[in-house]
């Protein structure tokens, strides 16, 4: 069955330093994958989609890669900010309605 | 706009109960989803309508029932709720159709507690 993993454990990190996490995905082949932001208490945001024919992808401090060869996509946020603080989900797509998303990883940005 | 809007925030039931968890959408998106988020587990689509009128099974339909009452509504009614219900559930919306856009637009959430 499809599966996707980002890392369970908290990711802590300093502030100004750049934050990567991880999302893995087996049993199927996404035409796209996008990130999402929650903050405890609220709904996912969503910040960046990336499809299969893009490498690379930026939107100001955020930058999303995406290999089809390793299953693998990687957000990186640079120079990061303590309200940069939240639980990223990542969601490999193929199109249809039925949307998977990670468990997400925890991001704490310390000052 | 106010985006997605979903009622109640919060609710506590006892086991055998029903309820109706209401969501609206000002965007005029044509496709709306329910899932449910639990701790240590990614969101969990309960059921989705892909345009007014239509309706169909997530990956964990089991005790639930929907409506899409108009473009705007789609609502979800736990007829006999079970401690396992116990979730928070939040409800979405996308553009979706021709020019196909997958970003989904989420409300703030319902916390229920099934006792």
Not at chain 1, 77 to 101: E, H, N, R, V, W
Not at chain 2, 10 to 22: A, D, E, I, N, R
Not at chain 2, 79 to 105: D, L, M, R
């Amino acid at each position: 069955s499809q599966k996707i993993e980002q890392n369970s454990e908290a990711l802590n990190i300093q502030e100004g330093k750049t934050a990567t996490l991880t999302c893995n995905y087996t049993n199927y082949s996404p035409a796209y994958l996008q990130w999402y932001r929650q903050d405890p208490g609220r709904g996912p945001v969503f910040l960046l989609l990336i499809r299969e024919n893009e490498k690379e992808k930026r939107k100001e401090r955020l930058k999303v890669t995406f290999d089809t060869t390793l299953k693998q996509s990687l957000f990186h946020i640079t120079a990061s900010q303590p309200a940069d603080s939240a639980t990223y989900l990542c969601a490999p797509g193929t199109g249809g309605f039925k949307t998977i998303f990670g468990a997400g990883t925890r991001l704490f940005v310390k000052a | 706009n106010a985006g997605v809007t979903q009622t109640p925030k919060f609710q506590v039931l006892k086991t055998g109960q029903s309820m109706t968890l209401q969501c609206a959408q000002d965007m005029n998106h044509n496709s709306m989803y329910w899932y449910r988020q639990d701790p240590g587990m990614g969101l969990r689509l309960i059921y989705y309508s892909a345009s007014e009128g239509t309706t169909d099974k997530g990956e964990v339909p089991n005790g639930y029932n929907v409506s899409r009452l108009n473009k705007r509504e789609f609502s979800l009614r736990l007829e006999s709720a079970a401690p396992s219900q116990t979730s928070v559930y939040f409800c979405a919306s996308t553009i979706q159709g021709a020019t196909a856009s997958y970003e989904q637009y989420f409300g703030p959430g319902t916390r229920l507690t099934v006792t």
